[in-house]
C-alpha cells in the first residue's frame, strides 16, 4: 500500500477511498513486518517500531488488536494454508466478520470475503 500503491486494485482503491471505510491492520501483519524487516526481507524507511505506529497515525489506518479468541480460532481452520500470520488473519477476518485485503490466491480457499489486493 505505501511501496507500490499504483499497483493496488481498483476495487480496493475504490473501498479505501471512501469515506465510510475503516481500514485495520492486524497486529498479526506488524509481527510479520518486525520479523521480516529483522532479517532483511523486508526494508522500510525506519525501523517497524517507528514506522508502523506513525503509519497508521498519517493514514487513519486502525490497529486491529490480536485477542485470544483469534489465536484460538485458528485451531477451527483447514489447512489450507501453512503459514501463522496469514491463518491468524483468516481467523480474525472470519470471527469479526471483515473482509481481508490480499494478493495471495490460497485464501480463497476460505469462508471469508476477499478484496483483491491487485488488478
Known amino acids: 500500500m505505501l511501496a507500490e500503491p499504483e499497483r493496488l486494485g481498483s476495487r480496493f482503491r475504490s473501498i479505501a477511498a471512501d469515506q465510510d471505510?475503516?481500514?485495520?491492520?492486524?497486529?498479526?501483519?506488524s509481527w510479520e513486518i518486525a520479523i521480516k524487516h529483522s532479517t532483511g526481507r523486508l526494508p522500510l524507511p525506519e525501523p517497524p517500531h517507528l514506522f508502523v505506529p506513525?503509519?497508521?497515525?498519517?493514514?487513519?489506518?486502525?490497529?486491529?488488536?490480536?485477542?485470544?479468541?483469534?489465536?484460538?480460532?485458528?485451531?477451527?481452520?483447514?489447512?489450507?494454508?501453512?503459514?501463522?500470520?496469514?491463518?491468524?488473519l483468516v481467523a480474525q477476518a472470519q470471527l469479526e466478520q471483515l473482509p481481508l485485503v490480499t494478493a495471495d490466491p490460497v485464501f480463497a480457499a476460505y469462508q471469508l470475503e476477499l478484496i483483491p489486493a491487485l488488478d
Open 21 to 29: 471505510t475503516e481500514l485495520l491492520l492486524s497486529a498479526a501483519s
Open 54 to 88: 506513525r503509519y497508521l497515525d498519517q493514514s487513519g489506518v486502525r490497529g486491529l488488536p490480536v485477542q485470544h479468541h483469534h489465536a484460538l480460532g485458528v485451531g477451527q481452520l483447514a489447512w489450507h494454508h501453512r503459514d501463522p500470520f496469514d491463518r491468524l
